[in-house]
Each structure stands twice: as structure tokens, then as C-alpha cells.
């Protein structure tokens, strides 16, 4: 009797990305690292997100809560590819979708927020304002 173990199973699907590179467990990969930091006058939340390009990437803030969004389309050929004949051996496609909500620690004046994107670092720098605004508002990413 051959038994199987259900574990072998579940490493096979989480041990390995589809590209073929090892997983860290514990880690989501639909989401990204923050650091949030506050100053006299601003708060300051910094994204990791290598291997986007600025376009790619939504940021908007509304009710104290930053939302950051970033999709990406992934491509990969491996070994010979001949696309006349359709002779490759490996070719993958993905889609790539992060999505990062934060409260804020205090309100802030989101018409006077800003972005910037560098060396797969964004940098979001929001004002702090006395009174609350209600209304959603997008910062574009310079």
C-alpha cells in the first residue's frame, strides 16, 4: 500500500514560487513591508515594492487610512523559444497584485500629501492638519 503524505503535498505548493525560487513561510506575498513614521508637522510611510514602475503604482488616502496598490504584469522564458513554430519548452505569465492599508496615527491633510517612488522605495510624506477631512483624495506618485 503506497501512502502519501499530505504535508509532501502542501510543500509543493507553498514550498516554491511559480518562477522557481524558494518562498520565505510566513510571509504574504500579496502584500508589502511599511515603515510609518511621525514628525513634528507630517507623518512619513515608506513601501517596498521593487520591480514596479511608477505607473503601476495607485496611492490614496481617505478617512486617516493610506492605501497603497500596485499591479504588475510578470513574464518568463526559459531554454529555446522559437515563437514561429511555437517550439519553447518554458514560458510563464503571472499577474502581480499588492495591496497595503494603514491608519494613520492622526489626521492629516490629504490634498497636501505626497509620493515619491525610488529604487523600488515609495515614500508617501502626509501633513498633519488639527481637524479631520472626509473625502478621498489620490496622491499621484512623482
Do not use: C
Amino acid at each position: 500500500m503506497n501512502r502519501t503524505n499530505p504535508f509532501d503535498e502542501i510543500e509543493q505548493f507553498f514550498g516554491r514560487t511559480p518562477f522557481g525560487g524558494d518562498r520565505a513561510w510566513g510571509r504574504d506575498l500579496r502584500t508589502t513591508d511599511i515603515d510609518v513614521a511621525e514628525y513634528d508637522d507630517e507623518f512619513v510611510v515608506m513601501a517596498d515594492l521593487p520591480g514596479y514602475d511608477r505607473e503601476d503604482i495607485d496611492v490614496r488616502a481617505a478617512e486617516g487610512r493610506l492605501t497603497i496598490t500596485a499591479e504588475r504584469d510578470a513574464e518568463r522564458e526559459d531554454g529555446e523559444h522559437d515563437d514561429a513554430d511555437r517550439r519553447y519548452l518554458r514560458r510563464e505569465r503571472r499577474h502581480e497584485s499588492i495591496t497595503r492599508s494603514v491608519d494613520l496615527p492622526g489626521p492629516v491633510a490629504d490634498e497636501d500629501a505626497s509620493a515619491t517612488y525610488r529604487h523600488g522605495v515609495l515614500t508617501v510624506t502626509l501633513p498633519k492638519v488639527a481637524d479631520d477631512a472626509d473625502d478621498d483624495h489620490r496622491i499621484d506618485v512623482a
